[in-house]
C-alpha cells in the first residue's frame, strides 16, 4: 500500500488555523470528496487500509459508537465511528471501524492518538475505514485536501464526456454534432482524477471550469459542501442545490448557457488539488 502520511497544509476555520495530518500512515484512496455517487455527492474520504486509525489533530471527543455502545443498536452508514471537536466547530468523523475491538479514546484527544482499527462496519465492502470533516459553526462539509496537505499526484483528470441539454431534454455531444440549434443549454460533464495510475478507483476532480467564447460561465468547486434549510449545496459561482449539480450522473451539471446563431467555443478544464489540469475545446455551428 502506498504511503500517505504527507507535510502539513495549513486552513483557517474562524479565526483558528488548523494543520492536520491522515489519520492513516499507509492506504489507498479508493472515494473522495465530491465524488458523484449515483447522483448524490460523497461527503468525505473511502481508504481501503489495515490498521489503526489515528487522530488527524488534537481535539475533545464527543461521540463513540461501537460494538458494545448502547447506540449501536441504531443502524447508520458510518457503523463503528468516532467524532472529535477540535475547536471553533470543525468536527472530525472517522467510521467503518472494526466494530469488536474499540480502543480506549481519552477525553482530551492529542493529535495521533490511535482511536480505532480499520473494519468493515457500516456502508463497508472493503477492509478500511471513512473519514469526513464537518465545519457547525459555518454549516458546511470541509473537503479534507483543504486542510491536509494533498497526496502525490503528477497526472492530470480525464475528461471523458461534455454534453448539452436544450430546454426539450434534447441531448447533444459536442464532440460529434456537426451543428446545434439556438437556445438555453446545460452543460454537464464527466471528469475523473487518476491520481497516481489509471488503474486505481477513480476519483472526484478538485475543480472544473466552463468558458464560452472566451468568458467564463461556470466554476463548479470541491471545497465545500453547505447546509442551507435541509438542502446541500454545492458551489457553482453561488451556491446550487447538489440534487441539481450531481442530476447527471455519473457527471456533474457545470452551467448554462444561451447560444445564438453563428459560431461558438465552448471549452473545458479540469483540475485536481495539485493544479494538474486536462482541457477540450469544441467550436460549434449554431443555426
Known amino acids: 500500500m502506498k504511503h500517505i502520511r504527507t507535510a502539513i497544509l495549513v486552513f483557517g476555520v474562524g479565526s483558528l488555523m488548523y494543520a492536520m495530518d491522515w489519520p492513516v500512515q499507509n492506504g489507498n484512496l479508493i472515494n473522495n470528496f465530491g465524488w458523484n455517487d449515483a447522483g448524490r455527492p460523497v461527503l468525505g474520504m473511502t481508504f481501503e487500509a489495515e490498521g489503526v486509525v489515528e487522530a488527524a489533530e488534537a481535539g475533545e471527543l464527543i461521540f463513540v459508537q461501537n460494538g458494545f455502545s448502547n447506540a449501536s443498536r441504531l443502524p447508520t452508514p458510518l457503523g463503528s465511528w468516532v467524532a472529535l471537536d477540535h475547536g471553533e466547530g470543525l468536527i472530525s468523523i472517522y467510521g467503518r471501524f472494526d466494530q469488536n475491538e474499540p480502543i480506549d479514546i481519552p477525553n482530551s484527544v492529542p493529535k495521533n492518538t490511535p482511536l480505532a482499527k480499520t473494519g468493515r462496519s457500516g456502508w463497508s465492502e472493503t477492509e478500511g475505514f471513512y473519514f469526513s470533516l464537518f465545519d457547525r459553526k459555518e454549516r458546511r462539509w470541509v473537503n479534507p485536501t483543504m486542510v491536509i496537505a494533498s497526496l502525490p499526484d503528477t497526472r492530470a483528470p480525464v475528461i471523458q464526456s461534455v454534453l448539452l441539454r436544450n430546454s426539450e431534454n434534447r441531448i447533444a455531444d459536442p464532440a460529434q454534432a456537426r451543428s446545434i440549434g439556438q437556445g ?42 453547505s447546509a442551507r434549510d435541509g438542502t446541500l449545496m454545492v458551489y457553482r459561482n453561488g451556491l446550487v442545490p447538489a440534487t441539481q449539480i450531481y442530476a447527471p450522473a455519473p457527471g456533474f451539471e457545470v452551467g448554462e448557457v ?3 446563431r453563428g459560431q461558438a467555443t465552448l471549452e473545458i478544464i479540469a483540475l485536481d488539488k495539485n493544479e494538474n489540469a486536462q482541457s477540450v475545446q469544441y467550436r460549434l455551428m449554431v443555426d
Open 184 to 225: 438555453r443549454y446545460t452543460i454537464s460533464v464527466t471528469a475523473l482524477d487518476t491520481r497516481l495510475a489509471p488503474t486505481e478507483n477513480p476519483l472526484a476532480p478538485y475543480r472544473i471550469i466552463c468558458i464560452v467564447n472566451g468568458t467564463e460561465i461556470g466554476t463548479l468547486t470541491f471545497e465545500t459542501f
Open 258 to 260: 444561451w447560444l445564438t
